[in-house]
């Protein structure tokens, strides 16, 4: 096995192949506080590449309610219990070093073994495949909370900003996270899944595919699917035509994937990021990306222990446990839920710029406004101003211009009751 160096953990991993990295890299922000739950994203997706016979079990995008929703069914805790028994049996912890946080190890160093350190003699990472009924369905226990009060799973309710019922959940959000060091591929005995060097994006080669399905199951977040017809595993492609801007509607620049456009929630933020030979993503402050993932650290990946350095990054929920929230996005969980609370004026300003165009932002400017608001936030003052993003696409043409303050338009007494 290989060296590579993984950003999110902070230190250097064992991998299947040597480092090398795209020369820009297809990231996304999801912001679980903002979400509906109303799988628009999950429908647009279904409609756009697997409404075909032989897909009808696959959901390239899927939006669970945690604790206990998942697709496959309880595919993270069940990858979870096989990474601590490897722990265990190899007398180490999973713990995270948060002291040693710098530039190149933003959450500090995570000590613990990740999936390909795991790994058994016959395969490239720790995973197990699920059997048909865990696919069944796409979202078992949709909506479903914990039990009052809230604790019977034996997680601190510690952190947790919860109303008056000691009860919750939250939707998460998933495709495949066209990983830096995905499993998938290091899996693959017939080298059929390749990350492009132009956009990093994980594909499946479909002519190469023989459908042994090691793939499916060695990514731990499961998310490629076996489609019997055809007998090959397909996985998300991230809408590769519109973020190559070949679509018909892109009109020469790079645009966001359909599951991020259609969101009613407002909850996605999608673009590509410049990425060094080292892996590290270049500086680039005007970034809207860099700013939540970066500079603000409010955006975390899912699972960092794992150890594909996953590009979809997630603001965790206000008002779930610490604890659950910790296991799930890695130690940066505390700042980031502080930060996004009580955000500073260019994060207010980014956080206006989710869903207000189709085309991918690359840069955004800030356009200082009057102080609108004075009061406290976490004990602490906090101030807010009107100020006005704006985002530029590919060709630097502004696509994007809003206000934090909403603005009220009045309807035209003429027009009073016209739709
Ligand atoms: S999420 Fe899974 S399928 Fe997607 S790139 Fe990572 S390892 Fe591969
Ligand atoms: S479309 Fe947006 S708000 Fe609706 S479920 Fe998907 S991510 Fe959540």
């Not at 902070?10 to 922000?29: L, S």
């Not at 805790?77 to 190890?105: C, F, V, Y």
């Not at 410049?274 to 899912?302: K, M």
């Not at 929230?325 to 207010?348: E, H, K, T, W």
Request: charged share 20%.
């Amino acid at each position: 096995m290989a060296e590579v160096f993984n950003w999110h953990l902070g230190r250097k991993m064992t991998y299947a192949f040597d480092e090398a990295h795209p020369q820009r890299q297809f990231v996304a922000v999801f912001n679980i506080n903002r979400c509906i739950g109303c799988q628009t994203c999950t429908g647009a997706c279904k409609a756009t590449w697997t409404f075909s016979k032989g897909q009808e079990y696959m959901w390239w995008n899927n939006v669970e309610s945690k604790p206990y929703g998942g697709y496959p069914q309880h595919w993270d805790i069940k990858i979870l219990q096989l990474l601590e028994a490897a722990h265990q049996a190899a007398g180490r912890s999973a713990e995270w070093d948060p002291s040693k946080a710098g530039p190149t190890a933003p959450y500090g160093v995570y000590d613990g073994l990740t999936i390909s350190e795991a790994a058994g003699a016959e395969e490239q990472a720790l995973g197990y495949l699920p059997p048909d009924a865990e696919w069944r369905a796409p979202n078992f226990y949709e909506d479903t909370s914990t039990a009052y009060p809230g604790d019977r799973l034996g997680i601190s309710l510690e952190g947790a900003s919860l109303p008056e019922h000691q009860t919750w959940f939250f939707y998460l959000q998933r495709i495949c996270n066209h990983c830096t060091y995905p499993a998938c591929a290091a899996a693959c005995p017939r080298h059929a899944i390749y990350k492009r060097p132009e956009d990093g994006i994980v594909l499946i080669d479909q002519a190469r595919c023989r459908g042994y399905r090691k793939c499916v199951e060695q990514c731990p977040y499961k998310k490629p699917m076996y489609r019997g017809t055809t007998r090959t595993s397909e996985k998300c492609v991230a809408c590769y035509p519109r973020v190559e801007a070949s679509d018909p509607l892109s009109e020469g620049v790079p645009m966001e994937t359909r599951c991020m456009a259609v969101c009613p929630g407002k909850i996605r933020l999608n673009g590509l990021v410049d990425v060094t030979a080292d892996g590290a993503w270049v500086e680039a402050p005007d970034h809207p990306l860099y700013t939540l993932v970066r500079q603000e650290q409010v955006a975390l990946p899912l699972y960092p222990q794992f150890g594909t350095e996953p590009n979809i990054y997630y603001i965790p929920p206000r008002w779930a446990p610490r604890a659950y929230l910790r296991q799930m996005f890695g130690p940066g969980v505390d700042q980031a839920i502080a930060r996004y609370a009580a955000p500073s004026r260019r994060l207010l300003a980014v956080l206006q710029l989710f869903r207000t165009t189709q085309r991918m932002i690359f840069r955004y400017e800030v356009e200082e406004g009057p102080l609108v608001l004075e009061t406290e936030v976490g004990g602490l003052p906090w101030q807010m101003y009107d100020d006005t993003a704006i985002g530029f696409d590919a060709q630097g043409r502004e696509v994007a211009r809003l206000s934090v303050i909403e603005p009220i338009y009045e309807r035209p007494a003429e027009r009073v009751n016209s739709i």
